[in-house]
């Protein structure tokens, strides 16, 4: 427990300086038209607020995240039929400034509903018996995301719940792998389904 406590701690040192930049190196204003022409706004809709509760918002989401996933899915490392396709013909280039743009928008922000203390404990206590650290301490305040050293945590708070639930889902089968040491999967794999779909949708409130 001591150890995990320590990184904890550390990488909360961080996270002042970690959160400058959440836009990258990019060009939003090219980004604007890029995601328009790759028809990415039909589906992740034009300010990043998605148009369907399967399909994740990128509104405020780090760019470098937003990046990395588009390299994973270029490569195969994710999977997903729809994205696989949609990221294969994207230059370094044209993901940098799309990026930018989502990233520039209005951060995603949820509609906080009835209290869930049972996912309210989770995110912000964890659960020491099963060696579970809190949600908050990677994901940030109200899950709105951190950059510390090159590793991006994504916005999760204010993400929509259904997308949220079948991340966890499939971290938790193992169908999706591509986080650093497979620490999401670590994470994942003691939740029971009626902590999941608590989770989803207090974090989604958030
Ligand atoms: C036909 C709908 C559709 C289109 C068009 C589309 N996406 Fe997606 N996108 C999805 C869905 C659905 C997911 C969720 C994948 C999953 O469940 O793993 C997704 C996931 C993503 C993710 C991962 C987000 C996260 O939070 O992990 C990124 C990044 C992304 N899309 C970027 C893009 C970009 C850039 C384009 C344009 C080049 C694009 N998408 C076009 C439907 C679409
Ligand atoms: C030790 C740090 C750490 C902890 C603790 C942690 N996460 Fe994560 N999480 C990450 C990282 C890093 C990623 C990004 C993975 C990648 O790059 O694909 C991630 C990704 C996610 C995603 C996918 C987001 C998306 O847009 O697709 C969800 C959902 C998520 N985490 C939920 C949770 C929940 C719920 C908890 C608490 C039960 C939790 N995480 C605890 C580090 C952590």
Same mark, same amino acid.
């Given at each position: 427990?001591?150890?995990?406590? &320590?990184? *904890?701690?550390?990488? &909360?040192?961080?996270?002042? *300086? %970690?959160?400058?930049?959440? @836009?990258?190196?990019? +060009? ?15 589906? /992740? ?9 399967? @399909?994740? +918002?990128?509104?405020? !989401?780090?760019?470098? =995240? $937003? ?12 999977? /997903? ?12 280039? #044209?993901?940098? #400034?799309?990026?930018? =743009? ?7 922000? %949820?509609? &906080?509903?009835? #209290? ?5 404990? $989770?995110?912000?206590?964890?659960? !020491? ?10 994901? %940030? ?15 999760? %708070?204010?993400?929509?719940?259904? =997308? $949220? ?27 029971? #389904? ?7 949708? =207090?974090?989604?409130?958030?």
């Amino acid at each position: 427990m001591f150890a995990l406590t &320590a990184s *904890v701690k550390s990488l &909360a040192a961080e996270d002042n *300086v %970690g959160n400058l930049q959440r @836009i990258g190196n990019g +060009n939003p204003v090219i980004g604007k038209e890029k995601s328009r022409e790759n028809r990415c706004q039909e589906c /992740h809709g034009e300010d990043g607020h998605s148009s369907d509760a399967k @399909i994740p +918002n990128h509104a405020g !989401q780090f760019a470098g =995240y $937003l990046i990395k996933q588009l390299n994973n899915f270029q490569t195969g490392a994710r999977h /997903h039929e729809i994205m696989n396709i949609m990221a294969e013909g994207l230059s370094q280039e #044209d993901m940098a #400034d799309i990026a930018a =743009y989502f990233a520039s928008q209005k951060i995603m922000q %949820g509609e &906080a509903g009835a #209290d869930k203390p049972l996912a309210r404990d $989770l995110f912000m206590k964890g659960d !020491q018996a099963r060696g579970l650290l809190p949600c908050v301490s990677c994901h %940030g305040e109200n899950g709105k995301g951190r950059r510390v050293d090159n590793v991006f945590y994504p916005v999760i %708070g204010g993400q929509r719940a259904i =997308y $949220l639930r079948s991340q966890l889902v499939n971290w938790k089968l193992g169908n999706r792998k591509n986080s650093p040491d497979g620490v999401m999967n670590k994470f994942v794999a003691s939740l029971t #389904d009626d902590e999941i779909n608590a989770l989803a949708e =207090y974090i989604s409130g958030l």
